[in-house]
């Protein structure tokens, strides 16, 4: 024995002990005394050495929980019995050690609280399950179950059945079927019950079946099979049983029943004809298409109920009787009943509805069936009626009756014509809203019936009522539809038909509304190059109830069809061509006509769409342009497009005269053209004749009118303006000494503009020196003789000059003043010869007058080079010019301060030109006419002694203080 210090092997140590001592035995005897009843068993018992069961632990019968009396099932002496839980050490009292122990010698066994574990009599102790043990095998599949709690004592058949047994078995195969309703032992061993199991070979791996001729020890999860003698399936139709279906597939009644039995019955005899699911009104009660009579059902006969005599069961269709007081064949139109047709024949609906009154494919000819030509009965009728088949539910029980959503009152079953209700029902509605119907069996007015002629609902009332736009017809979206006519017959199926725009059709009624894609009078119009018939439709379609403005059909602000876009950019509003059409609204009955209406322009491809784009004859803001063909883009610069010289390159302040219209038949000097768009443009913007330039082209351009335009909208006459538009004077034109002058331009000429009349009204010339002609025609031709502008005949149309006697200056101009003789040629003094650039002093009508004393008059403050003049900085040498001669720029800039300026004077000039030899070229200058050194100023000498010296030839200054040496070539470099 192992010497374990438990307390109960250590007493019974001591006894045995005591006992040797006694000399009455050895320990070896008590051992072998000891035997499995000494502590297991009844109390008493040498018949059952199995524990006690107990709810608890029974000190006095020595019971404990437990489920020993479930897996050992009768008593026993054997040990041998506990050793597939327990091991073999239980044959001994080797066991005896105080602990548990759960081992199989034979096979694994895995118990929850492991395989040895220390015992206890704890009443809340937790008690373990088995899952690998070979006797919880699964019987549904391979392996073992998770056995109950240990002494759970309502294991029973689940201990194993995880699938729960039922009166009937448990709920697998057929077990559930009703049919299968009965004892175990019918198709089982004896003894088998829903908590017995079977006297034999229950847990031997096989499904064991008796008296139903289905195989006889079947390997459990093998494939299930059928039972070929089973009594309860005898044959419906002849002698014998029939082969069930394989276990565990549906069957019900096709259990017996070779020929299906569906909600209406077998499909034998006049069953289906009956079409009636209430299997009870002519059979016994119960049944039903899935549920056997309550009696007499297996007893070989056909059981009719309602004075239907039963008969001898027979092969289908093998009967010829009739009934003739079936409550179920009334007369439709009068009491008592028809006789029926022979069982089995075919008959219909004629069956009860005879003579005139036959069903027809829309029904009878009684009251207003005609006029409703719908096939479809169950419109108005209960679920299930057709011309050939009865409605589902209360067909024979005296009353018309109609469904509920119609509103149509059941009433008692009357003769054809006597009655006068009507419906409130759907049929009889525009939408899915019900309307009233006629009385039934009258006459009815067309349309009317269900509806106003016009549907009242918001898109139907602008598209046909209160349209500004063309009205349309009902046909022009429904094919065949004539207002007031008689639609067609699938008007009344509950769908809408739209056969026209891409509408979704057919559609439900009562449904979303949805969108026309393709309709053309939701589109442009117009195709997007002119040649076809397609147009250009909305990229988001109205839908149909929804508010609509032009947009919604048509781009306004982007149509790219044709040269809209061009149009629409200068301007939106669309009647300038479109007569009626406004940005928001188009008031025409020509709208959505399918035509292109074009007014006003002279347009030459008005009509249908796809005829090709043509032009505008009338369109005055085409300026001197033929106008081109409508969507055919010229390439040429956008301004040129309507007005100028045609240019494809880029206009710049450099030629923006190409945008001015022009006249190449003009031969005067100054281009003037006698037709009024064109006048005297281009005379202003390219100064011809010898005028030096004024400033850049573009600020010619806005000296008359304002800021250049960035879209059409000047074009003159485009945009509701019949005659040319006033110029807005700006810049130069306005220029004035005492305050602004206010030009304008009326008859055709301008009038108070400085640049014809600086000594008018606020003038920089003395009011007294105003010109004999100062608002010249715009398209006079000879306003300034060919030839030498600078003389008194053409400097007097803008103002007096030194010559006219009448000419007043705080300067004096006589000969005396001017000994060389420029009473007639101010460009000594006034730069009136131009120059290159346009620079300041050197232009002509440029706002300010020159001279008396200002030195850029003639020349730059200082004289530069090309490049030392282009590469200026803003702000500094700002009355610089670009130098006469080459060379004659040289060194000015690096002699003179950046800030130097003209008001000046000769001050910064001093030190190296003496002021008394000045203007000594008569106004050329040329370099053998520059005068340097001054003998009297010392100011700059490097030796008082000598005198400053200038070599020409050498282009070098000697003895002057800024330089120690001869200077450098005045040119060097340069």
């Known amino acids: ?180 309703e009965v004892a175990c032992t019918t198709c089982h061993e004896a003894g088998t019950s829903a908590t017995s199991m079977p006297s034999l070979g229950h847990g031997d791996g096989d499904i064991d079946i008796a008296n139903v001729g289905y195989p006889l020890n079947k390997i459990k999860g093998s494939a299930a099979a059928t039972c070929s003698t089973a009594s309860c399936h005898v044959d419906v139709y002849g002698s014998g049983t029939v082969t069930t279906p394989v276990w565990g597939t549906s069957a019900s009644c096709n259990s017996c029943h070779t020929v299906a039995i ?5 499909a034998t005899g006049s069953h289906a004809a009956h079409n009636d699911s209430t299997c009870t009104d002519c059979h016994a009660a119960g049944t039903t298409s899935i549920t056997k009579p309550g009696t007499g059902h297996l007893d070989g006969s056909i059981t009719v109920t309602n004075g239907y005599p039963a008969t001898a069961k027979h092969a289908a269709g093998s009967y010829s009787g009739t009934c003739s007081t079936a409550s179920c064949h009334a007369d439709p139109y009068s009491t008592g009943f028809v006789t029926t047709p022979v069982w089995g024949t075919a008959s219909g609906c004629a069956a009860c509805h005879t003579g005139a009154y036959a069903i027809t494919a829309t029904g009878p000819a009684t009251g207003s069936h005609a006029k409703h030509n719908t096939a479809n009965c169950t419109d108005c009728h209960l679920d299930g009626t057709t011309a050939t088949t009865a409605p589902t539910l209360s ?83 429904h094919t065949g539809y004539v207002q007031g006519v008689t639609a067609a017959a699938n008007h009344r199926n509950t769908t809408i038909e739209v056969d026209a725009g891409g509408y979704p059709s057919p559609k439900a009624k009562g449904t979303a509304f949805a969108s026309c894609a393709t309709s053309y009078c939701h589109s442009s119009g117009q195709s997007a190059d002119g040649t076809s018939a397609t147009p250009v439709y909305a990229a988001v379609a109205p839908t149909w109830g929804g508010s609509v403005a032009c947009g919604s059909c048509h781009a306004t602000t982007a149509l790219n069809t044709g040269t809209h876009a061009r149009h629409i950019a200068a301007d939106n509003n669309c009647d300038y061509c479109h007569s009626g059409a406004y940005v928001s609204a188009y008031n025409s009955a020509n709208h959505v006509n399918g035509q292109i209406d074009v007014a006003n322009q002279g347009y030459s491809a008005g009509g249908a769409p796809g005829n090709g784009y043509g032009t505008c004859s009338t369109a005055i803001c085409h300026g001197s342009f033929t106008p081109p063909a409508w969507g055919v883009n010229t390439n040429y610069d956008t301004c040129t497009k309507c007005h100028g010289t045609g240019t494809v390159g880029p206009i710049t302040s450099a030629n923006r005269h190409v945008v001015a219209p022009s006249d190449p038949t003009a031969s005067d000097t100054g281009k003037v053209s006698a037709t009024a768009k064109i006048g005297a443009h281009q005379t202003h913007l390219q100064y011809f004749n010898g005028l030096s330039a004024q400033g850049t082209e573009d600020d010619r351009c806005q000296a008359c009118h304002g800021p250049l335009p960035t879209s059409g909208t000047h074009a003159a006459g485009m945009f509701g303006v019949t005659s040319d538009p006033t110029s807005t004077f700006n810049g130069l034109a306005t220029t004035s000494a005492g ?55 053409n400097c007097n149309k803008c103002h007096k000059s030194p010559g006219n006697p009448l000419f007043t200056s705080t300067t004096d101009h006589s000969a005396s003043a001017m000994p060389n003789g420029i009473a007639t040629d101010c460009a000594g003094c006034h730069g009136h010869n131009g120059g290159a650039g346009g620079v300041a002093g050197q232009q ?77 070229g008569n106004g050329t200058v040329a370099k053998a006419q520059v005068n340097v050194n001054d003998a009297a100023d010392l100011t700059f000498r490097f030796d008082e002694s000598r005198a400053k010296r200038y070599d020409a030839a050498s282009q070098s200054c000697s003895n002057v203080s800024c330089h120690y040496q001869p200077t450098p070539a005045w040119t060097f470099g340069l």
Request: hydrophobic share 30%.
């Open 395 to 477: 067909h024979i029980n005296n009353s018309i009756t109609i469904r509920a959503e119609n509103d149509y009152p059941i009433t008692a079953k009357h003769a054809p014509g006597t009655y006068t209700g009507t419906c409130l029902t759907t049929c009889h509605s525009a939408t899915s809203a019900a309307g009233t119907s006629p009385v039934w069996g009258t006459s009815a007015a067309a349309c009317t019936a269900c509806h106003p002629l016009i549907p009242t609902d918001t898109s139907h009332t602008k598209h046909v009522t209160s349209t500004t736009f063309k009205k349309a017809l009902c046909a022009d979206c």
């Open 1 to 180: 024995m192992k010497l374990l210090g438990t307390k109960a092997f250590s007493i019974n140590l001591f006894v045995t002990l005591a006992l040797s001592a006694a000399g009455i035995t050895g320990f070896s005897g008590i051992a072998e005394a000891a035997t499995c009843f000494t502590c297991h068993a009844t109390k008493g018992s040498t018949t059952d050495l199995r524990p006690v069961e107990s709810a608890f632990r029974n000190i006095t019968t020595g019971g404990f929980k437990g489920s020993h009396a479930k897996h050992i099932t009768a008593p026993t002496t054997l040990a041998s019995a506990c050793t597939p839980c327990h091991g073999p050490e239980v044959t001994s009292t080797k066991h005896r050690n105080g602990f548990i122990n759960v081992t199989s010698a034979t096979s694994s066994l895995t118990y929850s609280k492991g395989t040895s574990f220390p015992q206890s009599g704890n009443p809340g102790l937790t008690l373990g399950t088995c899952s690998t043990a070979s006797c919880h095998a699964n019987v549904y599949g391979s392996g073992a179950v998770v056995s109950p709690v240990w002494g759970n004592a309502a294991a029973n058949c689940t201990a194993c059945h995880t699938t729960p047994i039922g009166a009937n078995g448990p709920a697998t195969g057929s077990h559930t079927t009703a049919a299968h």
């Open 262 to 266: 569906d909600a209406t019955g077998p």
């Open 844 to 920: 002509h009508m440029d706002g300010i007058k020159y001279g008396n004393g200002s030195c850029d008059a003639c020349h730059g403050y200082p004289p530069m080079s090309p490049a030392k003049f282009s590469a200026r900085v803003d702000g500094t040498y700002i009355n610089a010019k670009v130098e006469d001669y080459t060379g004659g720029g040289g060194y000015h800039d690096a002699h003179l301060l950046t800030s130097v300026k003209a008001s000046e004077g000769f001050t910064p000039c001093l030190p190296c030109h003496p002021s008394s030899s000045h203007n000594g």
């Open 739 to 793: 305050g602004t002058m206010t030009p304008a331009y009326s008859a055709g000429s301008c009038s108070n503009t400085y640049c014809h009349n600086p000594a008018g009204i606020n003038g920089t010339l003395a009011s007294g020196n105003a010109g004999v002609e100062p608002a010249p025609l715009w398209t006079e031709a000879g306003y300034i003789a060919d030839g030498t502008l600078k003389n008194d005949a």
